[in-house]
């Protein structure tokens, strides 16, 4: 008998390590987003506990109308965020957009459908100059985004003069504030986007083209795709969001300020980090990122609950930012890879009762001597 062949049992240790080793990898692995929709459970669970009142009715339906147009805003900045790049642009987009739907109609909701078609275009222009400075000049979008946030800006302050009194048509207002079987407007605005968003980019062909362009370039040309087309429409895509958000901001907040888009930015990255989508560009879910969102709404109604101060919310909102992005590392390095590195040193290193034997070498008097 050989050592190291099926037949000898010492020889089958190592085999029978690797094969368990990936049956641990297999049954112990996380799925990709499960991280956020822990934690996000895991936050509504210890909410009461530590702001009494910030789960109930009232609280939730206060909270949700944020939760959905920073989910909203959020779906842009995933698409731009698998494409390998980061939109500055965010706040300029949003606050814009609360200006000109607002400022437009001056109260007449007969104007209404026409500031909307106004905002539809300024996004479009906007999204379309960050995708034609990126792809066709190749210059980064981190400068890119952030100079047309500035020029967004600029545009900002000629049309308010630096002060913004304008109030959203009562028809907005009303459709932003209002609730459906219970559940607010803006919540399922959001719903429907992000479902529509997610079988557009999971079952067509358009969907399949851009990720594989996020995940590599050179990829995706080598396969005949307009890499460049892709990457375009994924800036005016993500800046129509911008937009949507902003006109819901606006119904919301009735009168909203010069400043209304400045508290997005941040939040809309860290969404979707939380998410599980990778800054490295390819797969990401818009699904999770708005989990991220309702995470990230529902962190900062519980720290207002406990009445810290503005420096105790920023420790604690990038405290469970970091924890979210560790967790994500947990399906390579966790309990399976720690199983695993078991099993495989206990196979290579047997026990002192037993004969180490390496494969092709055999012991004097075997059936290989004879």
């Not at 669970?45 to 009494?52: H, N």
């Not at 109260?107 to 078609?117: F, T, V």
Request: charged share 10%; glycine share 14%; proline share 5%.
């Amino acid at each position: 008998m050989v050592a190291g062949s099926p037949d000898s049992p010492a020889g089958a240790s190592l085999p029978t390590a690797l094969r368990l080793d990936a049956a641990l990898r297999g049954r112990a692995r996380i799925p990709r987003y499960s991280a956020i929709w822990l934690a996000t459970a895991l936050l509504f669970a210890v909410s009461p506990l530590l702001a009494s009142g910030s789960v109930s009715r009232g609280a939730l339906l206060s909270m949700l109308p944020f939760a959905s147009i920073l989910a909203i805003a959020g779906i842009g900045q995933t698409l731009v965020i698998q494409q390998r790049g980061l939109d500055l642009s965010v706040p300029g987009m949003i606050t814009l957009s609360t200006i000109l739907v607002t400022k437009l109609p001056n109260g007449d909701g007969g104007k209404l459908p026409m500031a909307i078609a106004v905002v539809a275009g300024a996004c479009i222009a906007a999204g379309a100059l960050s995708g034609f400075v990126i792809t066709m000049l190749g210059v980064t979008p981190l400068v890119a985004t952030l100079g047309v946030n500035a020029l967004l800006t600029g545009v900002v302050l000629d049309i308010t003069n630096g002060a913004s009194t304008s109030s959203a048509t009562n028809g907005l207002s009303r459709f932003a504030l209002a609730k459906t079987g219970g559940i607010p407007n803006t919540a399922l605005i959001a719903a429907g986007s992000i479902l529509a968003v997610a079988l557009l980019f999971r079952t067509s062909v358009f969907g399949r083209r851009f990720v594989a362009v996020g995940t590599s370039g050179a990829a995706g040309r080598a396969a005949g795709v307009r890499v460049k087309a892709v990457e375009f429409s994924t800036y005016v895509l993500a800046s129509l969001t911008y937009g949507a958000a902003g006109i819901l901001a606006a119904g919301y907040l009735g009168t909203p300020g010069i400043g209304a888009g400045n508290d997005y930015l941040l939040p809309t990255i860290a969404a979707v980090v939380l998410g599980g989508t990778s800054l490295a560009g390819g797969r990401g879910s818009v699904l999770a990122t708005a989990l991220g969102a309702l995470f990230l709404t529902q962190l900062e109604q519980v720290v207002l609950g406990m009445g810290a101060p503005p420096s105790v919310q920023l420790v604690i909102q990038g405290s469970i930012i970091a924890l979210g992005m560790a967790l994500r590392h947990l399906p390579s390095s966790g309990f399976a890879g720690f199983a695993g590195r078991l099993v495989r040193a206990h196979s290579l290193f047997p026990a002192a009762s037993e004969t180490p034997r390496l494969p092709g070498i055999h012991r004097p008097g075997s059936r290989r001597d004879t």
